[in-house]
Nanobody, 123 residues
Framework: QLVESGGGSVQAGGSLRLSCAASGYTYNRNCMAWFRQAPGKEREGVAAIYGGDGSAIYSDSAKGRFTISQDNAEKTVVLRMNSLNPEDTAMYRC???????????????????WGPGTQVTVS
């Protein structure tokens, strides 16, 4: 089970911290990712982290502004978002799959489980 938290409304230039709490999973060999979907747009991968070594991938729009990390003790994956702009407004969802290739991918068909999502609104 995945449960997201931390969404909300923020002004342009502001920051938000999203959390995805996982139960029933171990980080080892799992990829956990954040995706987002804005109204009328396709869902896109934003950031993903591989539990085996903590390596991460980012979308071009997220690079330099977003940071994904994992807290093994809390079984939580955190997405820190800085310099937010209105184009970041979307429903953010976290997903997980067993990344036995040793790295993450943004291919949605790889992901086995999803959280319900948390809304981020930037004005």
């Amino acid at each position: 089970q995945l449960v997201e938290s931390g969404g909300g409304s923020v002004q342009a230039g502001g920051s938000l911290r999203l959390s995805c709490a996982a139960s029933g999973y171990t980080y080892n060999r799992n990829c956990m990712a954040w995706f987002r979907q804005a109204p009328g747009k396709e869902r896109e991968g934003v950031a993903a982290i591989y539990g085996g070594d903590g390596s991460a991938i980012y979308s071009d729009s997220a690079k330099g502004r977003f940071t994904i990390s994992q807290d093994n003790a809390e079984k939580t994956v955190v997405l820190r978002m800085n310099s937010l702009n209105p184009e970041d407004t979307a429903m953010y969802r976290c997903g997980v799959y067993g990344a036995y290739a040793g790295k993450c991918s943004f291919r949605e068909d790889y992901y086995d489980y999803w959280g319900p999502g948390t809304q981020v609104t930037v004005s």
